[in-house]
């Protein structure tokens, strides 16, 4: 059996270069792999820098939403604060259109500002602003606006002097023209009102005195049964007696006699802690100004005498009141009787008058006199009084907004 015969074919070199370049080309592809790592680095860099940016625009706000309610809350502590700090001088020393301002540091950790802007004789704007921290990273800010207006007294004042018993005129006059006080800053002169009010003309006695010369008035007599009725002297609308003795900055004990009381001056500034400063009505204390604001509420836990000196403000007596050359600028209320007398000189009342005559003194009389005095009616001097001796609350409806 014969054997089958293998042939080799050697290759020849032909052949393989042919083998050679019959196989697919790669020259195109070279470098492809380290472009797309690049790449991708790329991606993933722009992917950890947006990562980064949003959770520290995350954290900011975070801390901004936290650093709000503070703000909020010392705007609102600037808001409180200038109620409960609020000085009665800034009634009658602030213009309209003046502003005051105040900084206040809460243990918040806020820094408030508050500014107060005086519309009216009864009106002021309060802008408190509370700014929190430093910086976009933890600043806030809050501004909070209110309208506060002064509580005064809604007084019934039916003439120079209103009386409720018996009063006697001894060579005085009482006048019931308006009459502003000399040097004070007073719009003009309004209607006159009468020169006594009474419930009964009877209840009038002159001595040395005829009625059509020391009496002057739009009437001179007011013969009216409010005269009589308590509430007149002891009801201001939505007040009472009781209230208007609780806003007291001076008070004395009872059968109190108080000499020379005279404006007080301490480094420039009004001394209101000195007992005989009762103000400046005459504006001529050493430093000009000092005291003119200073309108003092003075409750005489009894019978009250003031000699040789002078005042301003509003004068609540519980019994009799006695005036010894002594000049007062204002409102004076008594619940037991009025002596206006002059030892040496004459006394002067430029305001007004109310003498309740409740026969509270040990006597038990109910007569008042003036005697050889004088009493003036002055709106100017009764409106700056009570606007002295007032403290702000805030208005009724929408008083209180946010600002931005």
């Known amino acids: 059996m014969s054997t089958p015969s293998r042939t080799y074919i050697r290759p020849t070199v032909r052949s393989a270069h042919r083998l050679m370049h019959a196989q697919p080309r790669r020259g195109a592809r070279r470098g492809i792999a380290l472009a797309i790592a690049l790449f991708a680095i790329v991606i993933i860099g722009a992917m950890v820098a947006g990562i980064f940016f949003v959770s520290t625009q995350e954290f900011r706000i975070g801390r ?32 309209k259109g003046d502003t005051l301002l105040r900084v206040y540091t809460p243990m918040s950790g806020a820094v408030d500002t508050v500014r107060v802007t ?30 506060l207006k002064l509580r005064i007294p809604e007084i019934n004042i039916l003439g120079a002097v209103t009386t409720r018993g018996v009063l006697e005129i001894d060579q005085a006059t009482i006048n019931g023209a308006d009459t502003p006080p000399t040097g004070w800053d007073c719009p003009p002169p ?10 009964s003309a009877g209840d009038l006695q002159f001595d040395h005195c005829i009625p059509g010369e020391c009496l002057q008035g739009n009437p ?19 007040l009472k007696w009781a209230d208007l003795v609780a806003m007291a900055t001076r008070t004395y004990a009872a059968d109190a006699d108080i000499r020379n009381a005279t404006p007080s001056v301490s480094g ?7 007992t005989l400063n009762l103000g400046d009505p005459n504006r001529n204390a050493v430093t000009p100004g000092a005291c003119e604001s200073f309108f003092p509420v003075v409750h005489a836990q009894g019978s009250l005498r003031l000699r040789d000196g002078v005042g301003q403000g509003i004068l609540l007596v519980e019994n009799d009141l006695r005036l010894d050359n002594f000049q007062w600028y204002g409102l004076v209320i008594v619940r037991g009787e009025l002596r206006a007398e002059a030892a040496g000189a004459i006394s002067n009342i430029r305001g007004a008058v109310m003498a309740a005559n409740l ?46």
């Not at 705007?75 to 409960?84: K, V």
């Not at 420039?268 to 000195?274: F, I, L």
């Open 64 to 95: 901004n939403n936290l650093a709000q309610p503070t703000a909020l809350g010392g705007a609102e502590y600037g808001q409180t604060r200038i109620l409960n700090d609020w000085d009665r001088a800034w009634n009658t020393r602030l213009r």
């Open 190 to 199: 309004g209607p006159a009102v009468a020169a006594v009010a009474t419930s």
């Open 359 to 404: 026969g509270t003194n040990n006597s038990g009389s109910d007569e008042s006199e003036i005697d050889e005095s004088n009493v003036t009616f002055s709106r100017c001097a009764v409106v700056k009084s009570l606007i002295g001796m007032a403290l702000p609350a805030r208005a009724k409806q929408r008083a209180w907004s946010e600002l931005f």
């Open 118 to 147: 005086k519309l009216g004789d009864l009106l002021y704007h309060v802008v408190s602003e509370a700014r929190v921290g430093q910086g976009a990273e933890e600043g806030a800010r809050r501004r909070t606006s209110s309208l």
């Open 220 to 238: 001179r007599v007011l013969v009216t049964p409010a005269a009589a009725d308590t509430n007149t002297y002891f009801t201001y609308g939505g």
């Open 268 to 274: 420039g500034v009004c001394n209101t802690g000195n």
